[in-house]
């Protein structure tokens, strides 16, 4: 091993044995890789998400339970004597099981974090096999001995320290032997109790991994030939990038390009390893290298979307000329771990943006948090919203940037415009049906 790589296969790359199989090839064909964290099968964490919702009549938990099983068990029934392994996964299936019949399931998010993890669990099982069978050298390793987090379940904050205390411990002396194959997604907490950090956390925890074992490069293979323009379901003109900076590509991030989750890149901006996005069913069709720097700095960019937002209004009568109301406001939202993305403001009212995913177990907008802020303000909640934003660089000191932005959009209603905090997006908030053809007219304004 020259240089060591961390490779992270997404849910569509380990969907079924011929997706894993491409895999293989990939691993096989660079001595480097060394660390592999795979996703769930693609359709997994959602049917575990469904699951966990708790609410489910017997009929419809088996009928779930069978779905997955269906999934798993055609990988396994394309293995060669996989006896171990069935016993193992039949285990899985078991614990999986009892706890997506636990009584307490709707109201845990700890269960919940513990249902989904068995994703990852059952196709890091069965891809570790087939890679043995393929004459590598591989174990199937258990994150949740390494990637240490707090106790937020369903949206868990990494122990960067103990994480890089125990990989180095666990495994970086064990590189040289053994391919890891290991989890995406989920990790545990100072009681060993599973947690998961949020919906498409697996990028993360490569990339966490990727710092604590001191990679060179981290490579994240997915279903798409990079990084591209905007995304290319939305819109097909859209065109790889072949060269991001960490900054444009974790704002993209951010501002909802799927194609990375949101935390992904700080860890490689602070170790500096290289990250390459390219697509494991086109290994040899390139990608996107992200790096600290790049030869071209464009004006745009990319541009991203960002569906299932809401926007609160909040008034105040005593907002005028008075001081400390928005930090009332903060305060409330910090209490109940709520981040904002857009604000605009004006003398009585603030509007804010938050993100309400609707993939995930735990849900942002409660009616305690409501209740809190209607003692201080008249509160409006709006939904069916998206999020828009352009990225790129210096966008305020290119001319006619505001002309050339909205005139995409004259035949549609803009609920709400944010730009001027950062040089690097300029973001507005649309209505969510409207949004698809507002991303295809931009991108051909501002791309094509
Ligand atoms: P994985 O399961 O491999 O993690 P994801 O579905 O999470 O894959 O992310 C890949 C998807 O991200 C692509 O199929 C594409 O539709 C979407 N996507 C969103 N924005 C972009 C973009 N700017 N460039 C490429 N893909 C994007
Ligand atoms: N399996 C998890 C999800 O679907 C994590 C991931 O795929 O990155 O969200
Ligand atoms: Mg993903």
Not at 20 to 34: E, K
Not at 146 to 158: E, G, H, I, M, N
Not at 208 to 230: K, M, Q, S
Request: hydrophobic fraction near 40%.
């Amino acid at each position: 091993m020259n240089q060591l790589n961390v490779a992270k296969f997404g849910g569509t790359s380990v969907a079924d044995y011929d997706a894993m199989q491409r895999c293989a090839d990939i691993i096989v064909n660079n001595p480097d890789t060394r660390v592999v964290v795979v996703s769930a099968s693609a359709g997994v964490t959602n049917y575990l998400v469904q699951l966990a919702q708790g609410n489910l009549t017997a009929e419809q938990q088996d009928k779930i339970i069978q779905a997955i099983c269906d999934i798993e068990y055609a990988v396994i029934g394309r293995l060669k004597q996989p006896a171990d392994v069935l016993t193992a996964l039949d285990n899985l299936i078991h614990e999986m099981s009892a706890i997506a019949r636990n009584e307490q399931l709707s109201e845990s998010l700890k269960l919940k974090d513990a249902l989904l993890s068995f994703g990852e669990r059952m196709s890091s099982l069965l891809f570790a096999e087939l890679l043995r069978q393929r004459g590598v050298q591989a174990v199937n390793f258990d994150i949740r001995q390494v990637l240490k987090t707090d106790s937020t379940f369903s949206q868990a904050q990494p122990d960067i320290q103990a994480t890089r205390r125990q990989a180095q411990t666990l495994m970086k002396p064990e590189l040289s032997r053994s391919v890891f194959v290991t989890q995406g997604f989920i990790g545990s907490d100072s009681e060993n109790a599973t947690t998961t950090l949020g919906r498409g956390g697996s990028d993360y925890t490569a990339a966490l991994l990727a710092e604590a074992l001191d990679a060179e490069t981290l490579h994240i293979w997915t279903d798409v030939t990079g990084i591209f323009t905007t995304d290319p379901r939305v819109a097909s003109s859209a065109r790889p990038i072949p060269e991001i900076s960490f900054d444009e590509a974790a704002e993209m991030a951010t501002f909802g390009a799927k194609i990375l989750h949101p935390a992904t890149l700080i860890p490689a901006i602070r170790s500096g390893s290289k990250v390459f996005v390219g697509s494991s069913r086109a290994a040899n069709d390139g990608g996107t290298w992200i790096s600290r720097e790049t030869q071209e700095r464009p004006a745009y960019r990319a541009i991203a979307l960002r569906r299932d937002q809401v926007l609160l209004t909040l008034k105040s009568p005593n907002m005028l000329h008075a001081t400390g109301f928005l930090a009332d406001v903060f305060g409330i939202l910090a209490k109940y771990k709520i981040s904002v993305d857009l604000i605009t403001t004006s003398e009585i009212s603030v509007a804010l943006t938050i993100d309400e995913p609707q993939n995930g177990t735990r849900k942002t907008l409660s009616s305690e948090l409501l209740a809190e802020l209607g003692e201080i303000c008249d509160v409006k909640v709006e939904q069916g919203l998206s999020l828009i934003a352009v990225i790129g660089n210096r966008l305020q000191s290119v001319n006619g940037v505001g002309g050339k932005i909205l005139s995409a959009m004259d035949s549609y209603n803009l609920r709400m415009i944010c730009h001027g905090a950062s040089p690097n997006n300029l973001c507005f908030l649309v209505y969510a049906e409207d949004a698809e053809r507002i991303v295809e007219n931009l991108h051909q304004k501002l791309f094509e």
